[in-house]
């Protein structure tokens, strides 16, 4: 099912919280490398989102279209939330001796320094250019948390298998925010590229550019998630065997359906609308044990 785009739903944080105290290291049941391929998320996550919120605030200034205007603005509001909330997931690892930082690191040299806001190494590129790139990448990264949003709305796998509660619902609510915001990012960056003869060119590479470097920084953050894991003393290294038997239990979506994303979007009448169910994840969040609370908590404060 897909939905339409720029439909009048309105995108907005949900200031949600989380109680990590009772999660467990493999919050999957039995299954480390599922739970710690899903864990690399937590990794990327903080740094990236924050890093998308930047690149959208040096933007603001070239977007003409209010309703664009305001849909942005709730995007960045939504990725703040996502970005705290798996920086704490991070803290509650550490907390379980599962330290991070050695990995983290990187991915903050990632996003801080050679897609900041000034092009690295003296790269002979307009301000103007350089934006429009980091745009593209944007717009790249967010195909593929669309789908994997859509897969974790849909994953009965990760029901059967009995995960965390807590850790789940961060995972759906994530996910469901995902969907709702999906077109959000493509729009900016085809708006902000104008009429640009070469805004189709910039989206390609732009892909072309991310899916291989988020493969490899997922397949790197696995490796280095159970290489580390204090319950597993080393016993066990990452293994395409392991994830493949994942993959079949339903406990992490295929490589046919994440490389499906790429000839998708590199289409020139595809737009990410038409990822998912808008209604599926609407219907998510009303259920969602933390949004609820705090959808809950902002009535009572209106009341006061």
């Not at 599922?34 to 990236?48: D, K, M, R, Y």
Request: hydrophobic share 45%; proline share 7%; net charge neutral.
């Amino acid at each position: 099912m897909t939905d339409g785009h720029r439909g009048g739903h309105a995108i907005a944080p949900r200031r949600v919280s989380f109680d990590w105290d009772a999660t467990p290291l493999h919050w999957i049941p039995d299954e480390p490398t599922a739970t710690h391929v899903i864990n690399v998320l937590h990794l990327l996550l903080p740094a990236g989102e924050r890093w998308f919120v930047k690149v959208f605030k040096e933007a603001l200034p070239l977007v003409q279209d209010p309703v664009l205007l305001k849909d942005v603005k709730g995007f960045m509001g939504q990725e703040a939330t996502h970005s705290v909330q798996h920086a704490y997931v991070l803290g509650h690892l550490a907390a379980q001796d599962l330290d991070t930082t050695p990995y983290t690191r990187h991915v903050d040299y990632l996003f801080d320094v050679l897609l900041g806001e000034r092009p690295p190494f003296g790269l002979p590129v307009t301000a103007q250019e350089w934006l429009r790139f980091r745009l593209s990448l944007i717009a790249a990264i967010e195909q593929f948390t669309a789908v994997l949003g859509n897969w974790v709305l849909e994953a009965e796998g990760l029901d059967r298998a009995a995960p965390d509660p807590v850790m789940l619902d961060l995972l759906r609510w994530h996910g469901a925010e995902e969907v709702e915001h999906r077109s959000v990012a493509f729009d900016m960056y085809e708006h902000c590229g104008g009429e640009d003869p070469g805004r189709y060119a910039r989206r390609f590479l732009g892909m072309a550019i991310t899916a291989p470097v988020l493969f490899h920084l997922w397949g790197r953050g696995s490796r280095f998630l159970i290489r580390n894991d204090p319950r597993l003393a080393r016993r066990m290294r990452y293994s395409l065997r392991e994830h493949n038997r994942a993959v079949a239990k339903g406990l992490l979506p295929s490589w046919r359906e994440l490389g499906a994303a790429v000839p998708r979007y590199l289409r020139r009448s595809y737009h990410p609308s038409k990822e998912g169910s808008l209604r599926r994840a609407v219907d998510y969040l009303a259920a969602s044990p933390a949004a609820r609370t705090a959808a809950g908590a902002i009535g009572r404060a209106a009341l006061s």
